[in-house]
């Protein structure tokens, strides 16, 4: 068993089943079958759209983000999803858990940035609090401040490490591209997970590719040795976690995509002094096992500690490098 997982078990364990379908924070309900804000906060909410592709934007290259900054509707109700859109307002200096909403690519093989949206953010937060002493930042309601961040919002900057999630579904134009290049150059770090077979590979590739070219910053396997594994919790191998719906109805299997995703994969790109800005979980979907925690006891045993373990030690070393 590797160093702390106990520990990391008996933590997660004592709140897991309470809470189920995010209530455990209090700061979601069900309704409907959707996730509905509380109302009386006082953040920038807008409306997840049902493809996912990005608030209120089409598929690309249909339609383009505005490269400048126009204000938002408080609530903008597409859907009765919302979503924390990030303000100068939302950094305090302790951690907030960014995530990037970009737009779906019609040729590309994923459900969108909104997957695991908000509950794994949020659990990840909660969880990193218990685990180790980062300060997390909070909402008047005491709840985590998680927000999103669009790739031309000046807030992007703001953040020392930010998720994508099925980024087998990624477009960014050269605009899009240039602004993420700029903040992964200045520093800043990139988690990109959930995504699965050799088809969605070639579509991240050759989008985050545009960001940062192959030949200049290749993609490379990172060893089990590597410091990243090793941060707070000693993980000894990449866990393939399958989304909880995939593994109950195909009776406990993990690949995804059959023998096309048999192997998870942990990659990097590196700068050129060597320091990691793009870290890839490739063929596992750690953000199903954060979101998931109280939905099921079993997909809780099988996967949670394993989650969280690897999701700990990216975090701390995403914030020390």
Known sequence: MARGSSVVAALLLGTALTAAAGLGTGQFRQRGGSLVRYAGDNGNFVSVDGPHNGLGAQSAPKRHWPTSRKPLPRYQRQSSRLVRLATPQSFDGRFNFCRVAFRHNPRGDGGGWAVDYP??????????????????????????????????????????????????????????????????????????????????????????????????????????????????????????????????????????????????HARAIMDRQGRMMVFITHNTDLGDSWEREGDDPQYFYHFAVAGYSLGVDVLLYAMTH
């Not at 989008?207 to 030949?215: A, D, Y």
């Open 119 to 264: 509950r794994a953010d949020i659990h990840m937060s909660v969880r990193l609090s218990e685990l180790t002493k980062t300060a997390i930042s909070r909402d008047g309601e005491g709840e985590p401040n998680h927000v999103v961040v669009r790739l031309t919002d000046d807030e992007l900057f703001q953040c020392p490490f930010v998720m994508m999630t099925e980024v087998g579904a990624l477009y960014v134009d050269e605009i899009e591209a240039k602004r993420l290049r700029e903040y992964l150059l200045k520093g800043g770090f990139l988690w990109a997970d959930d995504f699965w077979g050799s088809y969605a590979w070639e579509v991240w590739a050759n989008e985050i590719g545009k960001v940062l070219p192959r030949g200049e910053y290749p993609i490379v396997d990172l060893p089990l040795d590597h410091p990243i594994f090793h941060t707070q919790f000693d993980v000894q191998r990449v866990p393939q976690i399958s989304s909880i719906n995939f593994w109950m109805g195909s009776g406990g299997r993990t690949s995804e995509r059959g023998a096309d995703s048999a192997e998870p």
